[in-house]
Structure formats: structure tokens, C-alpha cells
């Protein structure tokens, strides 16, 4: 059975970031913080911290932490049938591509998030490989781009993102002149959001080029548009994120009538308690994008 105090002792930890820090939100000596989480790991036989450089969950606490977040879950909705239960807080760590984030996410959760009073912690995460952070026990849900849901939870299709390739009149005039075309893509510098964003691959091989590009690698989606509207290089960028840019004239597509479509699933577990229900009720309502 765990004690559910050395759980908490690691959780407050991790998200005040520091002993002393989590002492003083548990009303306790930074040395029985200390004790609490050598306790811990002396009964699992492994740490579940990292102290250095600097201080986080190793995996074996990543699970943890999300089984504690799982479990708050669940007694939020047990304390709404029982009065006589005070309600705890509660923190749910997501896994979503920056896209998202920059885009529709916030309209989507804000208010669910202050009336159910839930503090969110967000792992920024590519489409195509959040799925692994929740299969390894990381986050407590994700948004993905793969419909199959992993053993113990469930999969909700939320829409589509439609992604436009774009970049600056005068970059297309630059290097495509001549046409979209195998010889304008091998020599155009592309924008690429990181090393496992697969978005540009996706487009160019659905417009038939299997080829290697130059890319500047941005791991910011904000920052993304920037360097696309200084005519650094052209990127796959969600059209609503690009929608005032666009009707200014600023960025146009260097491959006119073409674009890419990623579905999005929300992953999360069947066990989460009806928080995750109703979360996931704000999340298909919104009607944010095209279904």
C-alpha cells in the first residue's frame, strides 16, 4: 500500500521546484520533506528525484506523480457526492504540440479550467509522438495525431488543423519563381519546428518530393511565424494562426491550393474520474475547428 503522505511530499517538491519551497506549502521542516522522499525511495528501491542540475521526477516518479494526479482526480469527484469531504486541488499534466497552445487551446479550457478550479501542467510535445509520454506514464493525458488508444484509456477525435506552407511575397518570388518544384524545394530554406516534427516531410511527400530541404529549426510557434514574415524560409503553419497575415497579403503559400490536414485525438485515462469526462465534454464542444 503507498503512503499517500510521501506521494504528496513528492509532488509538492516537484512543483515548487525546491525542499525548503515545499516545506513551508506543507507547513513542515525542509529536512521532513528530505526524510519523506528518502523514505520513499528507500521502500521503492530506486530515486524518484533528480537533484542535480536541476531538481525532477525521474521515471520511476514521473509514474508516481502521475498516479497522484489521477487519484486527486478522483477524489475531487468523490468529495462532490460526500459534502463532508473537503474538495482537494487538483493538477493535470498534458502533453499538446505548441501549435495548439497558440492557438485554440486556451478559448477551449479557460473557463472549464477556473470553474472546476484545476491547475494544468503542460508538456510541450509534438503531435506525432505525444501518445508516448502518457503510454510511459509521463503525462496524465495528451492530444495526438494517432487515433489508437493506448491499454486503460480512451481516444476522442477533435477535429482537424489545417496547415498551409508558407512564407513571404518576395521569399516566393525569390525562390519560386520558377515554380513549386523539385529544384525551387531541394535549394529554399524551410522552417522546421524541431527534429521530430514531421509536418514538412508529410507535405512535401503528399506533393510527391522525398528529398532532403535546408531547414532553420525553431522550437517556438510563435517565433515560427516571425522568422517566416522576416522571409528566413517558408513553414507549415495552422491557417487560424496565420489568418490575419494572410489577409494582409503578408504570407502567402508557395504552393497555392495545397495544404495539410492533422487530426487530433485527446488521449486520456478511463480511470480519471468524471473531471476527465467533463474536460473532455469542454473540449468536444468547442467547436474550435472543423470536425
Known sequence: MIDYKLLEALATVTECGG?????????????????????????????????????????AGQRLLNHVQQVQLLERDLARSIPAISEPSAR?????????????????????????????DMVIEDQDIGLRRMREGDVAACLCSSPQPIAGARSVPLGSMTYLPLATPEYVRQHFGEGFNEQSLETAPAIVFGPNDQLQHRFLAQCGFHGSVPHHLCPSSEGFVKL??????????????????????????IAPGKSLQVQLYWHFWRHGGGIMDRLTQSLTSANTFTQ
Open 19 to 59: 525542499f525548503e519551497k515545499a516545506g513551508t506549502a506543507l507547513g513542515l521542516s525542509q529536512s521532513a520533506v528530505s526524510q519523506r522522499i528518502r523514505t520513499l525511495e528507500i521502500r521503492l528501491g530506486q530515486p524518484v528525484l533528480v537533484r542535480s542540475p536541476t531538481l525532477k521526477a525521474t521515471p
Open 92 to 120: 493535470l499534466r498534458i502533453a499538446l504540440n505548441a501549435d495548439t497552445l497558440a492557438t485554440w487551446w486556451a478559448g477551449a479550457i479557460g473557463r472549464f479550467c477556473s470553474e472546476e478550479s484545476l491547475l494544468l
Open 228 to 253: 517566416a514574415l522576416a522571409g528566413m524560409g517558408y513553414g507549415m503553419i495552422p491557417e487560424m494562426q496565420a489568418r490575419e497575415e494572410l489577409n494582409a497579403g503578408k504570407l502567402v503559400s
